[in-house]
């Protein structure tokens, strides 16, 4: 089936450091949807990405979809302790129906 | 305010006692989903519903069960509960562009 795999799984850094997360699927995506979770809440939704090669910035977040629609990363400038949590990347199968997430990064940031 | 709402939150129960999460959203979406994250694992999708009488299962749909009677309710039901269904279990609904999630199930079975 198809796997969608992250790493690092975790990732301490100091607060100022970047901090990037990658995303590796197993088969070519539709698009890329990126998740954050809090400690002890629920994934929110952050982007979108569809076309190969799309860049997307929200702030100090960079998001990237690889030319060939398989992959995708997810680059924080500056860290602060308030971008905390799990990062998960997700894609739909080629139907659209069924949603594949990645196995999660864990960013710690240490004040 | 649009939010998808569990319950229960938190849940202990015993193998084969059957129980029921419940889930709803109040945003109208056709496409609702239920998932369960595991360490180091992620979420993976346990059955999805891309309308009301139309489900499909997801990649871990083994020992669950589900129903869409209606838009707003998409309940998952566990007949016979064992041990490695402990889980998180969060319940979502897609606007066809971000998915809402709930707030989630912890359910714990011994």
């Known amino acids: 089936g198809q796997q969608v795999m992250q790493i690092p799984q975790y990732q301490h850094v100091q607060e100022g450091e970047d901090f990037t997360t990658y995303c590796n699927s197993s088969?070519?995506?539709?698009?890329i949807q990126w998740y954050k979770q809090r400690p002890g809440g629920h994934p929110v939704f952050l982007i979108q990405?569809?076309?190969?090669?799309e860049v997307k910035k929200q702030k100090r977040l960079t998001f990237q979809f690889g030319e060939a629609k398989k992959n995708s990363s997810l680059h924080i400038t500056a860290t602060q302790t308030t971008d905390v949590g799990t990062y998960f990347c997700?894609?739909?199968?080629?139907?659209?129906?069924?949603?594949?997430f990645g196995t999660g990064t864990s960013l710690t940031v240490i004040p | 305010e649009a939010q998808v709402t569990q319950n229960p939150r938190y849940l202990i129960t015993v193998t084969g006692k059957k129980l029921t999460v419940t889930c709803s959203q109040n945003?109208?979406?056709?496409?609702m989903s239920w998932y369960r994250q595991d360490p180091g694992l992620g979420l993976r999708q346990i059955y999805y519903?891309?309308?009301?009488?139309?489900?499909d299962k997801g990649d871990v749909p083994e020992g669950y069960k589900v129903s869409r009677k209606e838009k707003r309710n998409f309940p998952l039901i566990l007949e016979s509960p064992s041990p490695n269904q402990t889980s998180l279990y969060f319940c979502?609904?897609?606007?066809?562009?971000?998915?809402?999630f709930g707030p989630g199930t912890r359910l714990t079975v011994t």
């Open positions: 997700a894609g739909p199968c080629d139907t659209g129906n069924q949603f594949y």
């Open positions: 088969t070519t995506l539709s698009n």
């Open positions: 990405l569809v076309k190969s090669g």
């Open positions: 945003m109208n979406h056709e496409y």
């Open positions: 519903s891309m309308n009301v009488e139309v489900t």
């Open positions: 979502a609904s897609w606007t066809g562009y971000e998915q809402y």
